[in-house]
């Protein structure tokens, strides 16, 4: 029955040969991809975005996807939009049931690093049919980020979340600290892409700086609580929305830059925080 139609993993789209005809009904299947999508489609194109579309915390291009349809049950609306260009994999994969040929796919790992959206960047617009906005989108990343001066002040730096999460080496956060002139306080203690550090493991670890999400000043559960931690209080924060860090795409820019920003503010007059939208 087509409303049990489940998803598979998507493969990468292959471009070989003959150029495809610019598709018309492109179906983004995440937020990650939703980024891509948005900044190098025509509206015209867009038949729908992913379920999170709308989601602020989630997705760092919301301002722009608002105008465009989100999936409610991806199963059943994919094969009824019968679109002819599907982009990124959602949780458990992608649309079967269709015939051979009935549609292309273009699937996207999560990106760990800024060559890895790059690479992402190229593929999406070579599928969307406009390979130029791609490249025109990497020349101004690139000539942001090297127009970017080094931070005046720098450090041993944790991305501390609920429940004591870090996030660790080989990751798109570690890429941004790197770039910034932060040392992973993850990398310095060997930890993997995601680890558990206690209250008191933090404070003998001695970070100078904790990153956390934006909006993480209010507690919900016990796993928020755990941030507002009087031991952590002596920590400098600095805070980045998540949009901006759970996935890869044009927001990078606007990560380094605020977590540029809140370090250059705190050389002065102690933290500050950078919640604007995005610019792109």
């Known amino acids: 029955m087509r409303c049990r139609m489940i998803f598979t993993t998507f493969c990468a789209l292959a471009l070989t040969g003959a150029a495809p005809a610019k598709p018309r009904r492109i ?21 729908a975005l992913s379920p999170y579309g709308h989601d602020p915390e989630l997705s760092a291009a919301v301002g722009r996807a608002r105008a465009f349809r989100t999936l409610k049950r991806p199963a059943e609306e994919v094969l009824a939009i019968r679109p002819d260009l599907l982009i990124g994999f959602p949780s458990g994969g992608s649309v079967v049931g269709a015939p051979p040929g009935e549609w292309r796919t273009l699937g996207l790992a999560s990106a760990d690093s800024y060559a890895m959206i790059l690479t992402q960047i190229r593929q999406v617009a070579a599928a969307v ?7 025109a989108m990497i020349a101004r990343m690139n000539r942001d980020l090297a127009a970017q001066p ?6 041993v730096a944790a ?10 080496t080989g990751t798109l956060v570690d890429d941004l600290m790197q770039r910034v002139g932060l040392i992973n306080l993850a990398r ?11 209250l008191e493991e933090m404070i003998a670890a001695r970070p100078d700086w904790l990153i956390v999400e934006s909006g993480s000043e209010k507690v919900v559960d016990q796993g928020t609580e755990m941030l507002h931690h009087p031991i952590l209080r002596a920590i400098p924060r600095i805070r980045v929305p998540q949009a901006w860090t759970v996935c890869g795409g044009p927001a990078y820019v606007e990560a380094a830059r605020g977590i540029a920003a809140q370090l250059d503010g705190a050389a002065h007059k102690g933290t500050a925080r950078v919640n604007a939208a995005p610019r792109h």
């Not at 049919?129 to 490249?135: A, K, M, N, Q, Y």
């Not at 991305?159 to 660790?168: E, K, L, N, S």
């Not at 060997?190 to 206690?198: C, E, I, T, Y």
């Open 27 to 47: 179906v983004s299947l995440n937020t990650c991809a939703d980024q891509y999508v948005l900044a190098l489609a025509d509206p015209a194109q867009i038949a």
């Open 150 to 155: 080094p931070p005046k002040r720098r450090g």
């Open 188 to 198: 310095r203690l060997g930890k993997p892409a995601l680890s558990q550090l206690s």
């Open 129 to 135: 049919g406009h390979p130029e906005r791609g490249e």
């Open 159 to 168: 991305y501390y979340q609920r429940r004591g999460y870090m996030t660790g």
